[in-house]
């Protein structure tokens, strides 16, 4: 992949030096990588550039799962926070941190709140959970302090108090699942709040999607910004690699932070596509104590963008998710990723809230059941669904109706960080 030079900070040579100590430090002190490394006769002294990341292995999901203690680099006695991955595709993943991968956590979430355009003087209300072991809130917590900026740690859910919080306290932005921000605006119609006259001027969106590929918002961004004038910043981040992709005021995708990170994407062929090419996102963590990682595939496929932006950063950008890897979903000769689906199910207003399920029947291929709360239960709405399915995906999935309180019970179960919004029981 190519490595987009920033003369001001000489990227390329800043990566370069941090690969040679991250590949020395590996082969020293991880368990997994020592095994990697002499099973495929891996030569770590001779990666000296980026480009030669290809003569070594990628590290897989199932890796972490399967050998998730052999990923630790440093003794327990140093570790001073275990996190964990939310096992969307899999079992939850043990990820530990050293005090100066807390440091490291912190800066990185500095720079993505200087990105989307925070400062000091800003007041952030977190409509997330700081505490399940989940990574982004702590990540949040830790940048805004680094920030200067005050902050309201209310949680998630509950739109009545957070309804109350924003009138007492005044916040300027928040930070939420756009999902939820959708629910904190029906609210706000039910009870007769005036949106348009509240502190609230931005909105960190994490989680979902708020784009398509092409940088226009998507359904869900559309909803929320007809309704509430406020400007949508879009993130992408995951535990394992300790870092976020976050949007500057240009909303042009997420930008890279190169001092943090390497970042490939890759074909099925495990090679680097070009520009504006689909392909799966696998990262080499730069600058981490305790489970750096090399080469390894998240699942989650994107495109970057290379073209300077109109900011003035020169660092590539991603976009937004087209999907995950292994949650394509081929049904009935249809291909489809779950983000696609979720931008079909917001566009209706028939369609208050939902949940995908997708499972293999008794001959193995993908079977889609929507579970779905219905704007009515009236036959008009069930046609106008089920008209409206078939006109879009020219299949037809299993729907069955659910309340407002059934369907909660799907997407928080007591373990869950986030809605969950798409389920995977296949084999």
């Not at 989307?116 to 809130?137: E, I, P, S, V």
């Not at 348009?196 to 226009?216: H, L, P, V, W, Y």
Request: net charge negative; charged share 25%; with cysteine.
């Amino acid at each position: 992949m190519e490595i987009i030079k920033d003369k001001a900070n000489n990227t390329e040579t800043i990566q370069e030096q941090k690969l040679q100590e991250l590949l020395k430090y590996l082969s020293e002190n991880s368990p997994f990588y020592k095994r990697l490394f002499a099973e495929h006769n891996v030569d770590v002294a001779a990666v000296k550039k980026v480009a030669d990341l290809t003569l070594i292995p990628v590290t897989t999901k199932d890796d972490l799962q399967k050998y998730n203690d052999d990923f630790l680099c440093v003794p327990a006695e140093n570790i001073v926070e275990y996190m964990s991955t939310s096992g969307t595709l899999g079992s939850p993943v043990t990820i530990a941190l050293t005090d100066s991968d807390l440091d490291r956590l912190a800066y990185n979430e500095y720079n993505s709140f200087l990105c989307a355009g925070g400062t000091k003087h800003d007041l952030y209300q977190l409509m997330l959970t700081l505490d399940r072991q989940f990574m982004a809130g702590i990540a949040y917590y830790s940048g805004i302090r680094k920030l200067g900026a005050g902050m309201v740690r209310l949680g998630p859910g509950v739109p009545a108090l957070q309804w109350e919080t924003i009138k007492r306290l005044k916040p300027t932005t928040i930070v939420a699942v756009p999902s939820f921000i959708l629910k904190l605006i029906q609210f706000a119609k039910e009870t007769n709040i005036d949106i348009s006259q509240t502190s609230i001027k931005k909105a960190i969106c994490i989680g979902e999607n708020i784009r398509n590929t092409d940088f226009s918002l998507n359904i869900l961004g559309k909803k929320i910004t007809e309704a509430w004038d406020i400007q949508l910043f879009s993130t992408y981040a995951s535990t394992e690699m300790q870092t976020a992709f976050t949007e500057c005021a240009e909303g042009k995708g997420g930008h890279y932070q190169p001092e943090l990170l390497i970042v490939e994407l890759l074909d099925e062929s495990d090679q680097p596509v070009g520009p504006n090419t689909p392909g799966e996102v696998t990262i080499t963590t730069l600058g981490i104590q305790g489970m750096p990682l090399l080469r390894y595939k998240t699942g989650d496929m994107c495109m970057y963008f290379d073209e300077p932006c109109a900011c003035g950063r020169t660092s590539l950008r991603l976009s937004s998710i087209i999907g995950r890897k292994k949650q394509m979903i081929k049904f009935k000769g249809t291909t489809l990723y779950p983000p696609a689906l979720f931008d079909l199910l917001n566009e209706r207003e028939e369609i208050l809230d939902f949940v995908i399920e997708v499972y293999s029947n008794e001959i193995g291929l993908d079977q889609v059941a929507l579970y779905l709360v219905p704007a009515d239960d009236s036959e008009e709405c069930d046609h106008r669904i089920r008209a409206y399915l078939q006109a879009r995906l020219r299949v037809s999935p299993h729907i069955k109706y659910l309340s407002v309180e059934e369907i909660q019970k799907i997407q928080f179960s007591e373990v869950s960080r986030k809605p969950i919004k798409f389920i995977d029981k296949r084999a």
